[in-house]
């Protein structure tokens, strides 16, 4: 699967940590049978234990090597645990983001697909069609999203799994969902992930955006979605981070807010995620 790095204008190849056997996972009749239990969150917490002992700083190295992150990035500390490393902190002014309230940023490094909500409420993400009330848990009046914008955040292994406010504002309500633990690469894009995945819902009123609804949804090997309570935010604060695994933010925008990036839009359009840093420029307010 291509990935646009729009830094250079140029096309990568996904690296899907565990590819092979999320292929036996999902395209094998032993592996469906064997998803009934690999699925449910209790397997991840076991399956990433080991990732919490002292011995597994040995994988660290290879997997900085393999993925080629810049180590420069992150504070500088001896990790316990490799689930220690994958939680790392950003040194201050790695991930700097527009003030200008007009801006809207990533909430995450992350490879972004953005999709129309029609007027009907129903929106296609990767040939699995969707409504915000199935994701949502059908317990907030979307009505007012029809005709608007969902744009959809998914970070791998790789990334770096802290995330961020987009805008200034306060939190109106959140909520669990309690779910499976699919694997969000495009292995998985048979299943409706969005809506059978473990995932957290927040209603959030912006102070430039509008009502804005930010889920965080988990997926396999993700122990925990760790999100830090306030109430009240400013534009660029941590608003959580995710524990081992890959994972995905999901944003709704209501109708006539958001003027999505135009590269965003071409390479949605053919299919293909673009991939952005936490706080990186990717789109204005409608009215811009």
Request: charged share 30%; net charge neutral; with cysteine.
């Amino acid at each position: 699967m291509k990935i646009y790095v729009r830094q250079d204008k140029n096309f990568i190849e996904d690296r899907q940590y565990g590819g092979s056997s999320l292929e036996r996972l999902y395209n094998t009749w032993y592996g469906r049978v064997l998803s009934k239990f690999i699925l449910l969150p209790v397997f991840s917490t076991l399956a990433t234990s080991k990732d919490r002992k002292r011995s597994s700083i040995k994988k660290i190295a290879p997997f900085i090597d393999e993925y080629k992150i810049s180590i420069d990035d992150f504070e500088e500390r001896e990790y316990g645990s490799f689930a220690e490393f994958f939680t790392r902190k950003i040194k201050q002014g790695r991930r700097p983001f527009d003030t200008d309230d007009s801006v809207i940023i990533s909430p995450a490094d992350s490879k972004v697909l953005c999709y129309d909500i029609g007027d009907d409420l129903k929106f296609t993400v990767k040939g699995s069609t969707y409504t915000p009330d199935e994701i949502t848990g059908n317990s907030i009046d979307l009505s007012d999203f029809a005709g608007g914008k969902v744009l959809v955040f998914r970070l791998s292994m790789d990334d770096y799994h802290h995330y961020c406010h987009i805008d200034s504002g306060k939190v109106s309500g959140s909520y669990e969902i309690k779910g499976k633990l699919h694997t969000v690469s495009s292995i998985s894009s048979k299943y409706k992930i969005y809506k059978e995945n473990h995932r957290i819902v927040n209603v959030l009123d912006t102070d430039h955006f509008g009502t804005v609804i930010y889920i965080e949804v988990g997926a396999l090997l993700v122990g925990r979605i760790k999100n830090n309570g306030r109430t009240v935010f400013e534009k660029g604060d941590e608003k959580g981070y995710f524990e081992q695994g890959g994972s995905t933010i999901v944003l709704f925008f209501e109708k006539g807010r958001i003027k999505v990036d135009p590269d965003i839009l071409e390479m949605s359009g053919n299919g293909i995620e673009t991939k952005v840093k936490m706080g990186e420029h990717i789109g204005v307010c409608e009215y811009v």
